[in-house]
Nanobody
Framework: VQLQASGGGLVQPGGSLRLSCAASGINFRLYGVRWYRQSPGKQRELVAGMSSGGNTNYDDSVKGRFIISRDNSRNTAYLQMNSLKPEDTAVYYC?????WGQGTQVTVSS
């Protein structure tokens, strides 16, 4: 069982990134997926979630800017991040059940 997160990087304020979370070894469509982030000195926080049925929820800080989605045929979940701000800088983790990806760094800076 493995979750592989990717897509992070350095982007200027106002830019966009798309994170991916590829799952293997699980029946992907049966699980909800969540994206968390953690910045230095802060607790890990839930950014967005999507149930197995497609219902979504977002932290207020990212509503209207981030979009969570999933492609069950590819066993992959995504987090489209638009209008990025410096305060979005963090390591982003995907989570499904008790499984965690390794994290991908997102840095928003000019």
């Amino acid at each position: 069982v493995q979750l592989q997160a990717s897509g992070g990087g350095l982007v200027q304020p106002g830019g966009s990134l798309r994170l991916s979370c590829a799952a293997s070894g699980i029946n992907f469509r049966l699980y909800g997926v969540r994206w968390y982030r953690q910045s230095p000195g802060k607790q890990r926080e839930l950014v967005a979630g999507m149930s197995s049925g497609g219902n979504t929820n977002y932290d207020d800080s990212v509503k209207g800017r981030f979009i969570i989605s999933r492609d069950n045929s590819r066993n992959t979940a995504y987090l489209q991040m638009n209008s990025l701000k410096p305060e979005d800088t963090a390591v982003y983790y995907c989570n499904m059940g008790t499984m965690w990806g390794q994290g991908t760094q997102v840095t928003v800076s000019s």
